[in-house]
Structures are given as structure tokens and as C-alpha cells.
């Protein structure tokens, strides 16, 4: 069974680019038709999908981070990384790595990592 598990600076200070890494087992980021998704919940909101990255290392973003954000894949280490930079307190949230099975939409997701943004 596909396990994801997230890991993130924690905190960290506004400007920074916020680095999180999702190492995957049970599962190759490589497989045929998975998609691999970062979706964030800041405190007292809803789930925002970030970026996802396919099977073929194709990638996506939301349009309203993509300034901001870029995803990566290490298929040696089966990790997939999101960088956002310029990072400011908006960005705090508990962010999730996830896969999906054909698409972006995620049936699996990790527990997530929570990341504030604070001076």
C-alpha cells in the first residue's frame, strides 16, 4: 500500500522559499498514469491544490501560485519537492502530499506538515 509522507522546515521567516519534500514507499512516483499532488489548509480554511507532477515528470499548478511555485521530482530517491517562494504569513497552512490515480484529483494523501510563516 502507498505510503506519502511530507517533510517541511516548519518554520520558517517571510521571504524565505518554503521547501517541502514528499518521500514516497510502496509505490514508484514513475508508475503509469499517477499523479502526484501538494495541496495546502490554512488554519480555518478550506484545501487549496498547489502544483502536481505526472507519472512523466509533466507538471501543473494552480494558476494563482504559479509565480510563485515549482514542483520537482528525484526518481532516484521516489520524492517529489515543492518550492514556493517569497514566503509570507498568507502561507502558513498544514501542507499534504497526495497521489492521484489517473488524474490530480487525490485518493491517497500523507498526514501532512504543518509550515508557519512568521517573523
Known amino acids: 500500500q502507498v505510503q506519502l509522507q511530507e517533510s517541511g522546515p516548519g518554520l520558517a521567516n517571510p521571504s524565505q522559499t518554503l521547501s517541502l519534500t514528499c518521500s514516497v514507499s510502496?509505490?514508484?512516483?514513475?508508475?503509469?498514469?499517477?499523479?502526484w499532488s501538494w495541496i495546502r489548509q490554512p488554519p480555518g480554511k478550506g484545501l487549496e491544490w498547489i502544483a502536481g507532477?505526472?507519472?512523466?515528470?509533466?507538471?501543473y499548478y494552480n494558476p494563482s501560485l504559479k509565480s510563485r511555485a515549482s514542483i520537482s521530482r528525484d526518481t532516484s530517491k521516489n520524492q517529489f519537492t515543492l518550492q514556493l517562494t517569497s514566503g509570507t504569513p498568507e502561507d502558513t497552512a498544514k501542507y499534504y502530499c497526495a497521489r492521484g490515480d489517473g488524474a490530480l484529483v487525490p485518493n491517497y494523501w500523507g498526514p501532512g506538515t504543518q509550515v508557519t510563516v512568521s517573523s
Open positions: 507532477i505526472n507519472y512523466n515528470g509533466i507538471t
Open positions: 510502496g509505490d514508484s512516483i514513475t508508475t503509469n498514469k499517477r499523479y
